[in-house]
Every structure is written in C-alpha cells, then in structure tokens.
C-alpha cells in the first residue's frame, strides 16, 4: 500500500511509494539517524491514524519507512510506467502551446508530477489507485492555496476512492511500457450536463428533495465521450473545461459552457470548493497552517456531514450526512 508522509524539515508530502530520484536519496539518508521525538518524518496514511512518527530502516537490500508501533511502508522509486504516465502530460500541454514543467513544488507541501502554465495554472497529478480519499483532499486544498488548479489522473483498471471526490480524469486501458503515441490516451470520467424532466426514469429522486418528482428541469450529467487526455491536457488550463461540485460532493469535470448550464438550473450551484471537499479539514484547522500546507491539521471533535459540510453531532455507523440533510427518523435500519 502507498503511504503519504510529510518530511518535517523541509514542509513537504512525499509518497514513499513512487519517489523521485532526489527524494530517494533524502529518504535512504534518514537511515538509523531518526530517534523518537524527532518528528521528522510524519506518517499521513491510513484516514483514522494519528500522525505517527517514522524512522528509516535498511533490510535485505531494501529501504523501509517504519512506525514506532509496528507497521511498515516500503520506500521504493517512481516506476518507469509513471515517469512515462508524466511525459505524455508533459507532451501534450507543450503541444497544446503551454510551458510545462515535472516535479514542481507548490510551496505548501506538495509537489505536482507536471505544472501546466496557461490561463488557469494546472497541477497534474499522477496518482496509484489505493491513495485514500483523506491523503487526496489533503493534497488538492494545499496546490488550490497555492494557485494551482489540482487535477489528478489515474489508469487503474478499478476506481480509485478519490475518483470524483477531488478533479480527477481517468483513461482507456493502454499500455506504458513505452510512451504511447500522441492522442492514443482517451479520457474517462468527464461529464457533460443536461437539462432532463424530474421523473421517476431520469432522477432516483428529486434533486430538490422532495419526495416525489416534481416534473420541473434539473441537471442530469451523462459521460463526455471522444475526448483524449491531450485534451484535457488543452482544454483544463484554457479554462475550456472546468471542475464541478455537486451538493453531494462529487466532483465532475465538465466543459465550461456545462457548468453554466448547472448553475442556471441550480440557482448558482455548482462551485468547486477544494477546501471543504469531504477528508479535507474544515474550520480553525483548515487554513494556512492546515493539514494540506503540511499535514498539521486541527482535530476535529465531529465527523463532517459529506452534503452541507457542518458537524455531525448524531452519528451512526456508515452515516455519512447530517440529522438536517437526512434525518435518521427516516432512515432505514
């Protein structure tokens, strides 16, 4: 399993699992050199663990990323799959006519796999499918503070759990063990928005919350065919496609036009608020100093309701919204 830490020295999240060349060595340097107390380097995985304490190991030829508790992540380079995964990005936005770069730190504690320079300044980031929905929060508030648009791609053959809880985009199977031809990557995951009648065929329920349909127009978003991650690669720093934020917290990119289009049929819902995307921290611990600028995140006395984002004070295993936006007197046992 990946695992995301923050290297205290420097206000940096590394993903042990696929480090650069640089990183690496930073990381073997640590061998027998970290003792308890140091907090130097952070472990920020799993969701629910406190932010445990690392220390560096070198067993049978391999470097291991080791809790003081028990329990191990092993620290290994970024495999040749995602280095070609960031060239084809990289490619494709210095085709699109962009100035792109790899490996760029944000300044808050991230580093995007490629930076895309245009109108509205991207951050790509290549991602593994088991990186908790938490860790991606974390990740995308601190790039958005920073000004960059996060933007996370995946060519996992299962849906990671952060796929459209965060911008993300996904792509038809293809392999990479060479780097593929231009325009061969098709992108999935994209919506398109339509206006559709509120019936019982098109809505499992009324997007007003009512409890039967009641006939007016509401969006209905349908997948976005026949786009290629180049464009994507074009349209999402042109400002052309843009990400989409759902009452419920999915988040969909759409074209630019779409999202207009909800906003109308939504009284101006819609907004992409990266701060308060669900994993990310709210409140006194979600500003600057938050987890996403470094992994210091104000603890919570509540979990936080997936739809409106406010405390949860009544809670019930697997709940995930509040008494006012379901209450439990309905809700099934």
Known sequence: MTAHALYQPE????????????????????????DPGDRVLICLEPDDAERDELHVEFRHGRYYAVHLEGGEHLVALESDEHKRQKEYWHRAAQDAGYRSDTGIGTGTGTVLDVAIHGPVRTGVELRRA????????????????AGWLPLWFSDSDRTPKWFHRIPSVGCNRISWDDLPPRRAATATGLRLVHAARCTTENFPRCFDRRRRPCGGYHPLLRPWRGVTVDDVAEMVPAGEAVPLQTPERWIYVVPRFGLAHYQQLTDGLGAYLPDTAPGAPTGAGAGAGGAGAGGRAGSRAWPVCRRCGKDMFLVRPGRELCENCRPMMREPM
């Open 11 to 34: 206000d940096r999240v590394l993903d042990l699992s696929s480090l650069s060349d640089a990183d690496h060595a930073l990381i073997r340097s640590l061998a027998g050199r970290v």
């Open 130 to 145: 088991d990186v908790t929905a938490r860790a991606a929060a974390l990740n995308t508030s601190g790039a958005h503070r």
